[in-house]
């Protein structure tokens, strides 16, 4: 099984910065395509960004694109978030989610298997 565990959560004001962590266990991390997605209060989780297997490849929704980097460190099993520019819709709780099934980005749900137990970023005006 491949456990997901976020980190980095936390209050910022609108305008500054958070970096959300991902630690994976698994033996193949360095395979899988990887993804944040985000729940805010009285709305459905949605896709925020994907990265392929070797981190070549990046897709983004459009409302974090130009704020946030997705990224990746396969020799240490960690999926990484950095948001600049944070505004108040961005508040959410963030979920990392593995594919063991795709190494390619996707920005679909149905493609990951395995998921954090989310952190929460809230931003202030």
């Known amino acids: 099984q491949v456990q997901l565990v976020e980190s980095g959560g936390g209050l910022v004001q609108a305008g500054g910065s958070l970096r959300l962590s991902c630690a994976a266990s698994g033996r193949t991390f360095s395979s899988y395509a990887m993804g944040w997605f985000r729940q805010a209060p009285g709305k459905e989780r949605e896709f925020v960004a994907t990265?392929?297997?070797?981190?070549?490849?990046?897709d983004y929704t459009d409302s974090v694109k130009g704020r946030f980097t997705i990224s990746r460190d396969n020799a240490k099993n960690t999926l990484y978030l950095q948001m600049n520019s944070l505004k108040p819709e961005d508040t959410a709780v963030y979920f990392c989610a593995a594919s063991t099934k795709y190494s390619s980005m996707n920005s679909y749900e149905r493609a990951y298997n395995y998921w954090g137990q989310g952190t929460q970023v809230t931003v202030s005006s």
């Open positions: 990265i392929n297997w070797n981190g070549a490849n990046r």
